[in-house]
């Protein structure tokens, strides 16, 4: 069996490893690092469970192939709080207005809100809804998912002014 | 493991790419975005000996609108064709297209060369390149060649492409002053396959009678409808002139029938696309003439 080494930062730490080629990038994240925020759900595409940050844009980790990412700088939703003890408004606010239940899909959603923010601070509902459209929830009805995206928009500009 | 087992090569220069796609031939697959490619092997449905990774291919990847024609690199993602200033002011047909394919996250690492030569019916920068009168650079170790939009979809799924050559390049031709354009299509959910799709450009003279019309549809084939175009051109725009065209456009056209719709649906369903598509390409058309539209 050939492995490559792949080489890459996550979350700003530097990961190591060595990969046989066809070990798709979520499985690398989850079996080899232990990152199992990441989640994976139906391995074609379709649900969004698996998006991760790939240098800044949201991405499914199902669809790369982990010696895709040598070099890369990666976010998972590991990364997302700034420490042990606080959340990201993001997470705060879907927390506080039941923006999930069984979680599952949860951090592909976060991570796609990330980014939704960082492009458009202040985001319509048309939009949160366009860029949401990429990630299956089967819970919530998205109704609460989008008012927390809402929410949390309004923190991070108070905490920009 | 979900593919199956390959050997991966990543080159770095477009050259190396063609020596290897020379070197094995049918038993590589070139990788480009994977949002087609990678879900097929994860499937086990495609099992290539040998993949080549085409994302360290920076020369692949540009898009140049210098000239009178938009050249659009193969790895080009699809979500730089939905942002460029350029192409939405000189082009807005292709970005209004690539907005529609997939999703965010799909559109970040999907690519435009990627789309094309995958040829899924369902897809759009296949018929948007049809109706945009775009040609395809295919390059092979010692060949290339020029193939027109058109001529490059052969059915489903299948291209003009040479196991050895690759789809390099798509190259656009400026339009007409004025011109009016329109995307359509339908899907079950928002961001799902299309089950049918049209595109339509359409220009007017001074007295506001049709001088330039293209229609295309989705299809086995994205199809060009040249007699509905040739029964557009010199008429007045009208909602009768546009349901004829349709129709004749949908006539004889080849589509499949699976869980999600049958060829009946799809036939009838891009005739209603095909109308609406004309009806605000024209819209748009006469509101460029009068200098109206923003």
Same mark, same amino acid.
């Given at each position: 069996?050939?492995?490559?080494?792949?080489?890459?930062?996550?979350?700003?730490?530097?990961?190591?490893?060595?990969?046989?080629?066809?070990?798709?990038?979520?499985?690398?994240?989850?079996?080899?690092?232990? !990152?199992?925020?990441?989640?994976?759900?139906?391995?074609?595409?379709?649900?969004?469970?698996?998006?991760?940050?790939?240098?800044?844009?949201?991405?499914?980790?199902?669809?790369?192939?982990?010696?895709?990412?040598?070099?890369?700088?990666?976010?998972?939703?590991?990364?997302?709080?700034?420490?042990?003890?606080?959340?990201?408004?993001?997470?705060?606010?879907?927390?506080?207005?039941?923006?999930? *239940?069984?979680?599952?899909?949860?951090?592909?959603?976060?991570?796609?809100?990330?980014?939704?923010?960082?492009?458009?601070?202040?985001?319509?509902?048309?939009?949160?809804?366009?860029?949401?459209?990429?990630?299956?929830?089967?819970?919530?009805?998205? *109704?609460?998912?989008?008012?927390?995206?809402?929410?949390?928009?309004?923190? !991070?500009?108070?905490?920009?002014? | 493991?979900?593919?199956?087992?390959?050997?991966?090569?990543? +080159?770095?220069?477009?050259?190396? =790419?063609?020596?290897?796609?020379?070197?094995? %031939?049918?038993?590589?697959?070139?990788?480009?975005?994977?949002?087609?490619?990678?879900?097929?092997?994860?499937?086990?449905?495609?099992?290539?000996?040998?993949?080549?990774?085409?994302?360290?291919?920076?020369?692949?990847?540009?898009?140049?609108?210098?000239?009178?024609?938009?050249?659009? &690199?193969?790895?080009?993602?699809?979500?730089?064709?939905?942002?460029?200033?350029?192409?939405?002011?000189?082009?807005?047909?292709?970005?209004? =297209?690539?907005?529609?394919?997939?999703?965010?996250?799909?559109?970040?690492? &999907? @690519?435009?060369?990627?789309?094309?030569?995958?040829?899924?019916?369902?897809?759009?920068?296949? /018929?948007?390149?049809? @109706?945009?009168?775009?040609?395809?650079?295919?390059?092979?170790?010692?060949?290339?060649?020029?193939?027109?939009?058109?001529?490059?979809?052969?059915? @489903?799924? @299948?291209?003009?492409?040479?196991?050895?050559?690759?789809?390099?390049?798509?190259?656009?031709?400026?339009?007409?002053?004025?011109? &009016?354009?329109?995307?359509?299509? /339908?899907?079950?959910?928002?961001?799902?396959?299309?089950?049918?799709?049209?595109?339509?450009?359409?220009? /007017?003279?001074?007295?506001?009678?049709?001088?330039?019309?293209?229609?295309?549809?989705?299809?086995?084939? +994205?199809?060009?409808?040249?007699?509905?175009?040739?029964?557009? /051109? %010199?008429?007045?725009?009208?909602? =009768?002139?546009?349901?004829? =065209?349709?129709?004749?456009?949908?006539?004889?056209?080849?589509?499949?029938?699976?869980?999600?719709?049958?060829?009946?649906?799809?036939?009838?369903?891009?005739?209603?696309?095909?109308?609406?598509?004309?009806?605000?390409?024209?819209?748009?058309?006469?509101?460029?003439?009068?200098?109206?539209?923003?």
């Amino acid at each position: 069996m050939s492995t490559r080494q792949v080489c890459l930062t996550i979350n700003g730490r530097e990961y190591t490893g060595a990969v046989e080629p066809r070990k798709l990038l979520t499985d690398f994240l989850r079996d080899d690092l232990g !990152l199992t925020g990441t989640h994976v759900g139906c391995e074609q595409g379709v649900c969004g469970a698996c998006t991760v940050l790939l240098n800044g844009e949201p991405v499914r980790s199902c669809l790369l192939f982990a010696v895709q990412a040598n070099g890369a700088e990666l976010k998972t939703v590991e990364g997302m709080a700034p420490n042990a003890t606080e959340l990201h408004p993001l997470q705060e606010k879907f927390w506080e207005l039941h923006g999930l *239940q069984c979680g599952f899909c949860t951090p592909g959603i976060l991570l796609t809100a990330e980014a939704l923010l960082k492009e458009i601070p202040h985001p319509s509902e048309e939009q949160i809804r366009e860029w949401l459209s990429g990630n299956l929830c089967r819970c919530t009805g998205y *109704q609460n998912i989008v008012t927390a995206i809402h929410e949390a928009a309004k923190t !991070l500009s108070e905490r920009r002014t | 493991m979900k593919p199956a087992k390959f050997d991966y090569h990543d +080159p770095t220069s477009i050259d190396e =790419a063609l020596g290897l796609m020379s070197q094995f %031939g049918d038993q590589a697959r070139p990788l480009a975005g994977g949002q087609s490619l990678v879900p097929l092997m994860n499937f086990r449905l495609i099992r290539p000996a040998h993949l080549i990774d085409l994302n360290g291919v920076d020369e692949l990847s540009y898009l140049s609108a210098e000239d009178a024609v938009l050249r659009i &690199g193969a790895t080009t993602r699809q979500r730089q064709l939905e942002r460029s200033a350029e192409i939405a002011r000189r082009w807005p047909l292709l970005r209004d =297209a690539a907005a529609f394919i997939g999703h965010i996250q799909i559109r970040n690492r &999907g @690519t435009v060369g990627g789309s094309l030569a995958h040829a899924f019916p369902s897809a759009e920068l296949p /018929v948007a390149m049809v @109706t945009l009168g775009a040609s395809m650079l295919l390059r092979a170790k010692t060949t290339r060649r020029s193939v027109r939009a058109e001529d490059f979809f052969l059915s @489903t799924m @299948t291209t003009a492409l040479q196991p050895e050559e690759l789809l390099t390049e798509i190259s656009v031709p400026e339009l007409p002053a004025n011109t &009016g354009w329109s995307y359509q299509e /339908v899907s079950r959910r928002y961001g799902d396959f299309a089950l049918a799709g049209s595109a339509s450009l359409l220009a /007017v003279d001074g007295k506001g009678d049709i001088r330039y019309a293209r229609l295309a549809l989705t299809g086995v084939t +994205p199809i060009r409808a040249r007699k509905a175009e040739e029964s557009l /051109v %010199g008429e007045r725009p009208s909602e =009768a002139l546009f349901c004829d =065209a349709a129709q004749r456009a949908t006539e004889n056209l080849e589509q499949d029938s699976d869980i999600h719709a049958s060829a009946e649906y799809r036939r009838a369903a891009c005739a209603a696309l095909a109308r609406r598509a004309l009806t605000q390409a024209a819209q748009r058309a006469s509101d460029s003439m009068k200098g109206t539209l923003r």
